[in-house]
């Protein structure tokens, strides 16, 4: 079973970081790609970025370039989003996601087969 579990979000004035959490296992990271969606009030849920299972490709969203570094940790079984120079609109629930099982391609964050809760990031002064 894939189970995925964010933490990490909180409020955070314009201009600063937060650092993103999914906590998953082996099994999940080993078959599956990963990949950090959002969604803000009223809007639909974007891909924000993703990492592919094999040669670990990454995707960004244009709007977060730059700014948002996704990355994952094996031994700890943890995939991480680091957010930097946040803004107002990177106000959102985060989403975890795993896609697959055995996923072989470059993962642009279409979509996700299972999904964590999320944690609520809010960029606000």
């Known amino acids: 079973q894939v189970q995925l579990v964010e933490s990490g979000g909180g409020l955070v004035q314009p201009g600063g970081s937060l650092r993103l959490s999914c906590a998953t296992s082996?099994?999940?990271?080993?078959?599956?790609?990963i990949g950090w969606f959002r969604q803000a009030p009223g809007k639909e849920r974007e891909g924000v970025s993703c990492i592919s299972r094999v040669n670990e490709f990454t995707y960004y969203a244009n709007s977060v370039k730059g700014r948002f570094t996704i990355s994952r940790d094996k031994a700890k079984n943890m995939v991480y989003l680091q957010m930097n120079s946040l803004k107002p609109e990177d106000t959102a629930v985060y989403y975890c996601a795993a896609r697959g099982p055995f996923y072989s391609g470059n993962y642009y964050c279409a979509g996700g087969d299972y999904w964590g809760k999320g944690t609520l990031v809010t960029v606000s002064s």
């Open positions: 082996a099994s999940t990271l080993a078959n599956y790609a």
